[in-house]
């Protein structure tokens, strides 16, 4: 049966730039950089959590995708409307400082949510939501 969770992925519109977004500032490993032809296979993950990659997947033609649905994905993307992910932080304010130092532009600062959560709002370079989320000590 399945048991978990293994590869995700994320569109970019550019690799190069994502995988400097997301080692450089996020401060995630390299998992797989390879390219087969006219396609790269990038993938990272956060330290701390080995068993899961993120497949940072161009937009672009080929590989699966017609002119048609890059001319389709590429604004919705863009509007934050397709990637979102939920990263979890034992202190939103502490990694919501160290992000901004490091350029990481935000949406939302830290704030109290009424489901019990700490968030704060990013996006990546192009234009996938991201939340730092903390769960609120009882």
């Known amino acids: ?16 730039e994502a995988l400097r977004f ?11 950089d390879v390219t087969v032809g006219n396609f790269r296979w990038i993938s990272v993950g956060a330290p701390d959590q080995p068993e899961l990659e993120i497949g940072l997947t ?4 080929g590989g699966g995708l017609s002119d048609a649905d890059v001319a389709v994905l590429t604004p919705l993307v863009a509007a934050g409307q397709l990637g979102h992910c939920v990263w979890k932080t ?5 990694a919501y400082a160290t ?7 935000f949406l939302q600062p830290p704030a109290d949510r ?21 769960d609120k000590r009882s």
Request: net charge neutral; aromatic share 8%; with cysteine.
């Open 1 to 16: 049966m399945i048991k978990r969770l293994a590869v995700t992925t994320l569109w970019v519109t550019d690799q190069n």
């Open 22 to 32: 997301y080692v450089e500032k996020l401060g995630f490993e390299i998992r797989a």
């Open 58 to 61: 161009a937009l672009k033609t």
């Open 90 to 94: 034992d202190d939103c304010h502490t």
């Open 99 to 105: 992000l901004t130092a490091k350029g990481v532009e």
């Open 114 to 134: 009424p489901y019990g959560r700490i968030e704060a709002i990013f996006k990546d370079p192009s234009g996938n939501v991201m939340v730092l989320s903390q």
